[in-house]
């Protein structure tokens, strides 16, 4: 979205200054686009330390569109990151978030295959946390679910352009949006300052909702 995209340079440059920050647009599916947008960044910067995967759609109708953005790209962004943090690559280390959503543990009838995606982003991001912590590549990576917020993508929960034929299971998401209510972005940008600064997580699976607030998802040892 370049017009957000520049008005959101635009407030970064007049509280920090410019040159602390750029706005690369970049479809995340398209060839070599987001690896050109690593490596812009690391040209104009020197480095990278952070990443976070957010791109995602809810699009039932164009289903393999939804599986390209909300899934393929946040694998391939990471591999991405990684290439220019890992010490694997003798890189310095860093930090990568993937973006799913409490749609990985409630589901829906209305979105089968968002669903889908955001239950792969988290088992993808806990075993590559695993390769990071084990191959020593010095990145933490984690997961981000928030339950329903307050943004433009909640708003096509009604629009059969998205939903296709589950347009028709509304009332029911509808319902679960009145039970467990719907948050402001600000919280999730807290979430994700937590999953920043805090040193101690990799692989963590960070829940955000309005009756818990930031809280981590538990799970229980395998047994044999
Ligand atoms: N809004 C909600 O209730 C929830 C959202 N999420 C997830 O949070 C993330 C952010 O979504 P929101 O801010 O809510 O939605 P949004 O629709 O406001 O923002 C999504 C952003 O992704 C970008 N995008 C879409 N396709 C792209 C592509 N092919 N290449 C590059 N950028 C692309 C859009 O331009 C937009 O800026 C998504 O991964 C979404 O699945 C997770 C849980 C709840
Ligand atoms: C058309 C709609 C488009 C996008 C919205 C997305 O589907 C979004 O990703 C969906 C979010 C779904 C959230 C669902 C559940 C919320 C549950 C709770 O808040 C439950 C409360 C506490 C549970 C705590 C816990 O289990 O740890």
Request: with cysteine; hydrophobic share 40%; proline share 3%.
């Amino acid at each position: 979205n370049e017009i957000l995209g520049e008005q959101c340079k635009a407030q970064l440059d007049a509280e920090f200054g410019e040159g602390k920050s750029t706005f690369i647009q970049c479809d995340v599916t398209h060839g070599d686009a987001l690896r050109d947008a690593f490596q812009r960044t690391v040209d104009q910067f020197g480095q990278l330390d952070i990443a976070i995967n957010n791109a995602g759609i809810n699009n039932e109708k164009n289903w393999e569109k939804t599986i390209q953005v909300n899934l393929t790209s946040v694998i391939k962004g990471t591999y991405l990151a990684l290439e220019h943090m890992s010490k694997e690559y003798g890189k310095i280390g860093g930090t990568i978030i993937n973006v799913s959503s409490m749609a990985a543990f409630l589901h829906s009838p209305h979105q089968p295959v968002y669903t889908a995606t955001k239950h792969g982003v988290i088992g993808f991001t806990r075993a590559i946390a695993d390769a990071s912590l084990q191959g020593d590549y010095g990145v933490r990576i984690n997961v981000l679910c928030p339950a329903f917020v307050d943004t433009p993508l909640l708003h096509t929960v009604e629009d059969e352009d998205n939903m296709g034929k589950f347009v028709k299971f509304k009332d029911d998401f509808k319902r679960s949006m009145n039970k467990f209510g719907v948050l402001q972005p600000s919280l999730i940008a807290e979430g994700m300052m937590r999953l920043i600064m805090d040193n101690s997580l990799n692989g963590a699976v960070m829940k955000i909702t309005c009756s818990k607030g930031i809280h981590f998802h538990t799970y229980e040892p395998m047994s044999a």
